[in-house]
């Protein structure tokens, strides 16, 4: 059975959905993730589950023989990550044999620039304490910064830090390996790194290299390593989990999503839908960027729209989309349908609901949307939420358009035509009569008719006039939204439309998933 109300999505939506898709240049990256992120958020999340997950996903990806770029890419990232926030991984950098000598010795300006976070001065300490211990064999080598030598008697004598901050600190670093090359492993250098909690950060890239080789390693102490990245994804919210990693698992997120939400679809049908919640656990989508994508046209059409609109690369989109939405006519846009009674399909055929369905009640978007469950569909929820989406994204342009050229009166009209329940909210400015014009005269002639005014309100011989000034619409079956702009009315009426929708088709049809 053909409907011909929704031949548009074919002839038009669809194609410029896909379009948009497909201009990753102009809608894509950060904006769609940033999102998703802030719409899924982290109430009510095992985060076990989540750990469990990501570190099958991370043990799957290095047990593959040819790592592939995007994997690299992960792990890598992971490991930048995990740098900067895990303040214990630096026990596991200074307990891997020989990987502190390298990393002080292949470049010795290191040694200087961690002597700079070290904000106790534990380091430093220790670097004196070794220098004094070793004088006899040290002294007469060290390079100084003034070119001034100091006794050791001297340099004793003064504030803690004296010696370290008056030495050439990369020839100190070359005069201690060459002569005192054990300094480097020594337990007291150890401990001191250990309690800076920064120096990792020092020179981020070559530990997450030497981090990434250990994963590959048979080495057991990557059991440590393991166990620092897993208590990392323990901690860390799925928002920032998504921001760091969730574009480089575009295979992977849609299901660790889908897996996550422990809700029944059910469950939607019992209160407020989140629509980014509903299509991350309720559909497993090809790849993470489709989600991505389905998500914005779901829940920031305006931001999707402004893009286009001001981006120079979406002109000619721009122009397609002008001239179909002139060939749409404001009397033909539907607010609101009524929602059908719930009932249970599980004994009906697709003849009889063929036979139920009428040629007028097909133009209903609900009866629309049971013929689509009951029409070979019931094992496809993407395509049943794919055409709820586009249905709505119509919805979004055509108002978008078409009440930017209306006044709230015809707007309010509009929706009373449609039997919204809504309010319109006015506010009463007061103003009063005069005869006289108080913006002639000079300034005291002026504050003279004012002072004369205000007497004259006083005694009630001015008539008051009361001004109506319209400030919005509000929706009593959504007592929190207010609508002062109609630039916001198109979202919103998109919005409802959705969660309407996804509602019903939780409550009615609990199988779909």
């Known amino acids: 059975m053909e409907a011909e109300p929704f031949k548009e999505h074919a002839s038009f939506i669809l194609p410029f959905f896909e379009r948009v898709m497909g201009t990753k240049d102009v809608v894509y990256g950060d904006e769609l993730l940033g999102w998703l992120e802030h719409d899924l958020g982290n109430d009510e999340l095992d985060q076990k589950k989540l750990e469990r997950r990501l570190t099958d996903i991370l043990h799957d990806r290095l047990s593959k023989g040819e790592l592939s770029t995007d994997t690299i890419a992960f792990v890598k990232k992971l490991l930048s990550v995990l740098c900067q926030k895990d303040k214990e991984l630096a026990k596991v950098a200074t307990r891997l044999p020989g990987l502190i000598e390298k990393f002080f010795t292949q470049d010795f300006e290191r040694l200087r620039r961690v002597l700079d976070v070290d904000k106790d001065l534990k380091i430093s300490t220790v670097l004196e304490r070794y220098i004094f211990d070793n004088r006899d064999t040290m002294w007469d080598s060290l390079q100084w910064m003034d070119g001034k030598k100091v006794s050791p008697v001297t340099a004793a004598s003064k504030s803690n830090n004296y010696l370290v901050s008056h030495l050439e600190v990369a020839s100190t670093a070359k005069l201690v390996?060459?002569?005192?090359?054990?300094?480097?492993?020594?337990?007291?250098?150890?401990?001191?790194?250990?309690?800076?909690?920064?120096?990792?950060?020092?020179?981020?890239?070559?530990?997450?290299?030497?981090?990434?080789?250990l994963l590959l390693s048979e080495e057991k102490t990557k059991d440590r390593l393991f166990s620092h990245i897993k208590d990392y994804f323990r901690r860390e919210s799925l928002p920032s989990l998504l921001h760091y990693f969730g574009r480089y698992l575009d295979n992977e997120m849609p299901s660790l999503l889908y897996h996550l939400f422990k809700e029944n679809i059910e469950s939607f049908g019992k209160r407020s839908v989140n629509i980014s919640r509903f299509l991350a656990s309720q559909i497993k989508w090809k790849d993470f960027t489709t989600l991505l994508y389905y998500n914005s046209f779901a829940t920031k059409m305006s931001h999707i729209y402004s893009i286009i609109m001001q981006d120079d690369r979406s002109a000619e989109m721009r122009d397609d989309l002008e001239k179909w939405l002139q060939s749409t006519n404001i009397?033909?846009?539907?607010?609101?349908?009524?929602?059908?009674?719930?009932?249970?399909?599980?004994?009906?055929?697709?003849?009889?609901?063929?036979?139920?369905?009428?040629d007028n009640d097909l133009r209903s978007y609900w009866s629309y949307c049971e013929y689509l469950v009951t029409n070979n569909f019931k094992e496809n929820l993407q395509s049943i939420v794919t055409f709820v989406l586009l249905q709505s994204v119509s919805l979004f342009l055509k108002l978008k358009y078409h009440l930017s050229r209306a006044d709230h009166?015809?707007?309010?009209?509009?929706?009373?035509?449609?039997?919204?329940?809504?309010?319109?909210?006015?506010?009463?400015?007061e103003s009063y009569s005069s005869d006289e014009d108080t913006d002639s005269g000079s300034d005291s002639e002026r504050e003279k008719k004012r002072s004369k005014k205000r007497k004259e309100k006083k005694k009630g011989k001015k008539k008051c006039k009361r001004n109506k000034v319209f400030l919005g619409w509000r929706f009593p079956n959504d007592p929190k939204q207010v609508i002062h702009n109609v630039v916001d009315l198109p979202q919103y009426f998109q919005r409802t439309y959705l969660t309407q929708t996804l509602q019903w088709f939780a409550t009615s049809h609990p199988n779909l998933r």
């Open 177 to 213: 390996t060459r002569k005192n090359p054990e300094f480097w492993t020594s337990s007291r250098f150890l401990d001191s790194l250990e309690e800076c909690e920064v120096f990792l950060s020092v020179d981020e890239e070559f530990w997450v290299e030497e981090f990434f080789n």
């Open 331 to 358: 009397k033909d846009i539907r607010l609101q349908y009524p929602k059908p009674k719930l009932k249970d399909n599980s004994n009906s055929t697709n003849s009889s609901n063929d036979n139920n369905i009428k």
């Open 409 to 429: 009166k015809e707007i309010t009209r509009l929706m009373e035509s449609e039997g919204l329940d809504f309010e319109c909210m006015h506010d009463q400015l």
